[in-house]
């Protein structure tokens, strides 16, 4: 086995500003793509002599090349010991807590998350830190410049290991153990809830459906629902993990999981049923009759987490997306406790939740998390759920209605448009930021302007400021419009416009949410002459 040093890059990767490079799975295989995008990590953490890393994706089409690849050239760069995940199977809350219980210096996770997989679809590959998070913008800046710069990589001649057994092997120096995807993240999950309660309420008859949509979730939620807690068998659909994930999009919401809905919504329906994304992040909770949107769940876990052993003492803190509904921030409200709004994405609540000023984190597409990891945790959430729905004996559709009852009910919707040309997405986003300062005092579709802007987080614990988040609109009244681009489109640009409104009038919590929204959707149109898009309606409605 010899090391070589081979001449390549520099290229175009990772977009600053990301926490991973996503990009079609083709461009991954181009030969020296994947290695200069490692090498460009490596270098920007100061190599990866002596460290020890976690590895391992989704099981998306060029996940176990991807991993020999890794594998080879962290030896070659002087790692010390490798983590991989079976079959290079882990989910991205599992490397979050591997890193994490092994002290790890970081991890590779290989995904494009609830994007598709396969050979014309995406690929991805991300960088997580020592404490279990997705790198901070500091480090994917340098990734970025390194992608600019880079003129080689180094790489290990060596055949390909084998994945499959457990236990510890050797590549060159460097150790590489093979461990048991599911094992740890389970055991975890055992601390922080009442598995017996849990139990009961599946003895009892309550019905269960997980749809793991072929993605990473399914050995996982076989062996915790139906192995450990008991759920019947087939409880968990769609159990195993796919190149290209059935041909699907692994994305829990009611577009691509529209089966599980329909499910729910039939006289078939189980007591309760949820879904995950391609790598384990994400959630959609579903009860007999109901959609419980992420921004309302986040909400509802906020309120009665103390019912599960792992949360009895109470949170510290409550802190959501800034376009996530503010229904979680009336809960913090109402217990006394901090609430905080970042930027979009899971990297930004890192140091809220290491300096601990909170206990839950979420946001609107799908994602809650508490400190248990430094990512969203999807299963973490269904578990959750069934642990506040064995306590209360309440169904999904009762616990909602009192929720509404007691704190109001924010009425809450995201309309994606996508693969729009992306001079198009820029100029209207352009156009809305010119006119921030006229807005205010408008009216729209009979809703006025109180306040708008370009959302700036300054990160209390760092100081870090991040600009240009997303632009959003406070209507008088207490409704909210938003407009971001997205950052993991892999297609032109995405333009999400996140909507929302607050109803208190008992009368009227129970109504359709897009019937209920109509006005702000239609202001949100107006404001933006979103008519230039030339689209009928939104590609995605969540
Ligand atoms: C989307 C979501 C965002 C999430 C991100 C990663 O980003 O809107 O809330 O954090 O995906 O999720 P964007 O920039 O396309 O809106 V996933 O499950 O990658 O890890
Ligand atoms: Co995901």
Not at 104 to 111: C, E, T
Not at 413 to 439: G, W
Not at 490 to 507: F, H, M, P, Q, W
Request: aromatic share 8%; charged share 20%.
């Amino acid at each position: 086995m010899t090391v070589r040093t081979i001449q390549a890059g520099p290229f175009e990767g990772q977009k600053p500003g990301t926490s991973g490079l996503r990009k079609k799975t083709r461009v991954f295989m181009e030969p020296g793509y994947v290695e200069c995008f490692l090498q460009a990590i490596f270098n920007s953490i100061g190599g990866a002599e002596g460290k020890t890393l976690v590895v391992g994706g989704d099981g998306r089409y060029f996940n176990r090349e991807a991993i020999q690849i890794i594998l080879k050239m962290a030896a070659a760069n002087g790692a010390a010991k490798m983590i991989v995940g079976q079959d290079g199977l882990l989910s991205t809350p599992a490397v979050s807590n591997l890193i994490r219980q092994r002290k790890a210096d970081g991890g590779l996770v290989l995904s494009a998350s609830h994007n598709p997989g396969g050979i014309d679809e995406d690929f991805g590959l991300k960088y997580n830190v020592s404490n279990g998070g997705p790198a901070p913008e500091g480090i994917t800046e340098e990734i970025f410049a390194q992608t600019q710069t880079i003129s080689s990589y180094r790489i290990f001649d060596a055949p390909d290991l084998d994945l499959t057994a457990l236990g510890a092997s050797g590549l060159g120096g460097m150790t590489v153990e093979i461990v048991d995807p599911v094992a740890d993240y389970a055991a975890l999950m055992e601390q922080l809830f009442d598995f017996g309660k849990i139990r009961d309420l599946f003895a009892g008859g309550f019905t269960m459906r997980f749809d793991a949509m072929h993605a990473v979730t399914g050995p996982y939620a076989k062996a915790i629902l139906e192995g450990k807690l008991g759920a019947e068998p087939g409880t968990v659909l769609n159990a195993v993990p796919s190149v290209d994930f059935g041909g699907g999009h692994p994305d829990p919401n009611p577009v691509w999981a529209k089966p599980l809905v329909d499910l729910v919504m039939s006289d078939q329906a189980p007591d309760f049923a949820a879904a995950s994304d391609g790598d384990g992040d994400r959630n959609m909770i579903l009860g007999k009759g109901i959609y419980v949107t992420p921004s309302d769940s986040l909400a509802v876990l906020a309120a009665n987490a103390h019912l599960a052993p792992g949360y009895a003492k109470g949170l510290a803190g409550v802190a959501r997306s800034m376009p996530t509904s503010t229904a979680a921030d009336r809960v913090a409200e109402a217990l006394g406790i901090g609430h905080y709004e970042t930027p979009t994405g899971w990297k930004f609540f890192g140091n809220l939740l290491d300096a601990g000023k909170v206990t839950l984190c979420g946001e609107e597409s799908a994602g809650t998390g508490s400190d248990h990891v430094r990512e969203k945790d999807g299963l973490w959430a269904v578990l959750l759920w069934l642990n506040i729905l064995a306590e209360t004996r309440l169904s999904v559709k009762d616990m909602m209605a009192a929720h509404w009852q007691r704190y109001g009910r924010n009425y809450y919707s995201r309309h994606d448009y996508e693969a729009v040309p992306t001079d198009d997405a820029n100029q209207l986003m352009d156009d809305l930021r010119a006119k921030l300062t006229e807005f205010p005092g408008m009216t729209f579709a009979g809703l006025t302007v109180s306040a708008c802007d370009d959302f700036a987080y300054l990160d209390p614990v760092d100081g870090s400021k991040s600009l240009k988040q997303g632009i959003r609109f406070l209507f008088e009244g207490g409704a909210r419009a938003v407009f971001r681009l997205s950052g993991t489109g892999t297609v032109g640009a995405t333009l999400r416009i996140y909507l929302e409104k607050l109803e208190t009038d008992a009368a009227k919590l129970f109504e359709n949410t897009q019937a209920a929204l109509a006005p702000v959707i239609q202001a949100a149109g107006e404001m933006s002459e979103l008519d230039r898009l030339g689209r009928a309606e939104p590609d995605v409605i969540t």
